[in-house]
């Protein structure tokens, strides 16, 4: 089986709004494995992995998000293929305070 590799960075209103959830969510409904965390700039960034065509689905959804969020741009780095999954599941990565 042939498997697909990419990163993902989304802009605009998706913190605080469950974005990191239905990125985890959708994920999984789609059988992707991969991350997804919050970036101090306020954007929200990951990786997905799994097959081509759920994929684009996986992509399509980023650009609409959960109700409450506003979606300004999404872009999509390192598309590559694999020879099998890197990850086991879809972890949505909790962000820690700096320590002091």
């Not at 991350?35 to 684009?56: C, F, I, R, S």
């Not at 780095?77 to 099998?84: I, K, S, V």
């Amino acid at each position: 089986m042939a498997y697909r590799t990419i990163d993902f960075r989304v802009k605009g209103k998706v913190q605080g709004v469950f974005f990191r959830v239905f990125t985890k969510d959708t994920a999984q409904q789609l059988g992707l494995v991969g991350w997804v965390k919050n970036e101090q700039t306020g954007d929200v960034v990951g990786t997905a992995q799994g097959e081509e065509g759920a994929l684009a689905k996986f992509k399509e959804a980023l650009y609409h998000g959960p109700p409450h969020a506003r979606v300004t741009g999404v872009e999509f780095t390192n598309e590559a293929p694999l020879e099998r999954l890197q990850f086991q599941d879809f972890e949505k990565i909790r962000n820690r305070p700096p320590q002091c």
